[in-house]
């Protein structure tokens, strides 16, 4: 009974910090698409630019949980057609021996400019 104790305890150790881990990771997930969706909101605005969009996603993320999206980075880019923001990261690790890497892309048309014909 106890060796079994023995093998069975580390064993279900390792299965909740892997669930609580794979919960981490769906939450950086849906921090960094909510992140890069406000980005693209504000930066496909008439008279906006790629730098307002990325910088209302840094400001989102600084209010969602940048210790949640470790080492995240912010690209945004905006043409005449589409406004684009991209969050990348990893997510926050707790037993320090891995980090899975976080990925979101939002894409939105760019609305024209007063007085242009789309």
């Known amino acids: 009974m106890a060796a079994e104790l ?3 305890t580390p064993l279900l150790l390792l299965l ?5 881990q794979f919960a981490l990771w769906q939450h ?9 969706q406000q980005g693209v909101a504000v930066g ?38 589409t406004t684009t923001v991209t969050v990348t990261g990893h997510a926050e690790s707790i037993v320090g021996l891995f980090s899975l890497p976080v ?12 007085g242009t014909i789309p």
């Open 6 to 8: 023995v093998i069975a």
């Open 103 to 114: 990925k979101a892309v939002a894409a939105g048309p760019t609305e024209p400019a007063v």
């Open 28 to 36: 950086a997930e849906h921090i960094a698409s909510a992140v890069a």
């Open 44 to 81: 496909r605005l008439q008279g906006e630019t790629a730098a307002a969009g990325q910088n209302e996603a840094q400001s989102v993320l600084d209010q969602l949980g940048p210790t949640v999206l470790v080492g995240s980075n912010i690209t945004a880019t905006r043409t005449n057609v």
């Open 16 to 20: 909740v910090m892997g669930v609580i």
